[in-house]
């Protein structure tokens, strides 16, 4: 198996599932930069991160922090970070076309956002580590930026 065959991901790779890894975490941090925006989707789509997150008894860390502990999360963050840049902008747009999101420089909520059970079981994860999501994003886009080893 080739190196890329191993960074392509599953079926929850599409633009409605970043729709709502967004606008879930929108829901908690109400605002963010669309360079924070851009982390989310590479987050939520690794299965390992996402179920560590979503754990109820995960602790909010900082970003530093949590790369420290889990180092494997920030592996190939690099190449998930561009793989992932297609589907998070196409899910900005759907979140921007339903009125859940504004843009004025930064991203804000403009309602709060809804993920039903009918979007399934990565939804719900998502739901789940949204505020652990909002909690990461806090720092800096250039401590996470140099922290989850971004390539620009």
Known sequence: MSEKSTLTWSGYNNSGIAAVAIGMTLNHSHTLSLPKALLIMPLAMHSPTIKYLANG????????SLTAIRPDFVHNFSQRFHASLTHTLNGLQLLYGLGVINYDGNICKAKPFEARHALGKRAELITSAAREISHLLKSSEEELYLNLRVQL
């Open 57 to 64: 008894n995960t602790r909010s860390r900082e970003i530093s």
